[in-house]
């Protein structure tokens, strides 16, 4: 195969992941995006009265959610390449005072209260440049998704060595979990999508990406043997009615969830959202 034609080839495989697998969200997002822009439209509120309102009033929404790698490029290509995630801007090299005491201050005063080094319950050194920071930010449709990476100094920017060890527990019970969850657009077949995310991950050599079945798998041979119809839990109980959901690891091992909210429980985000925007509106 030629270099134009594998070139070629990789582009349709990221339009067709980015057509059917992209976390568009036609419906939540839209009606989030028309109900703040006529609240904010219709907003008589001054900068004074702003500042004594709730802090609720004061918000406008989640700007984004962070995410800690080990291997900055491959989390990367994941986000982008396969989920069709966009980048907004990379920072890094990130090293002082200043930032070690913004992000890192509760940590050091944990690790004195120990009476430990900071460095052996992992609190990198960024105060003397001995550890770096960097970052990417990746927008999707109605979110933000920061990818953070602690490096020692002498490993470039992407690398795939990380300054402290991941999280080996990661099961979603553990207090203080977290995950990201993508809205999958109504018309695309759900069982169909996780087995080409599956596929294209594979295809990448990251095998950390799997997702659950809704029947009971002891290996995973047994896993990926599972029917595809069993890929995806639809639930029809009240009041979550409409929600279809799959639980996957991303590539590292960091907890994933793809959703589709079909009516009735979408007209319930929405009905609870245009509420709680004209609750805050004054």
Known sequence: MTDQADNTTRMGRRALLQTTGAAVVMGLAG???????????GDPMSSAERNEAPLGARLQGVQHFGLTVQNMERAYQFYTEVLGG???FRHGDFQGDGVQNTLLADQEIEANARGVNPRTIGVPDLRSGAQRLDVRFIQFDNMVLELLQYREADQPMGSAKSFAEPVEHMSPAFPRMMHICFYVRDDVDFNKFIADLEAESA???MTQVR???TVRVMTEADRKAAPRDTNTNKVT????NGWELIYCKGPEGEQLEFVKALDPV??????ALAKRQQSIVR
Do not use: C, L, Y
Request: proline share 3%.
């Open 266 to 271: 979408k007209k319930r985000f929405a009905d």
């Open 86 to 88: 966009s980048e907004v």
């Open 203 to 205: 295809r990448r050599g």
């Open 31 to 41: 009606t989030a995006s028309d109900a703040r822009a006529a609240a904010q439209k």
């Open 211 to 213: 997702a659950n079945r």
């Open 237 to 240: 109980a009240e009041p979550s």
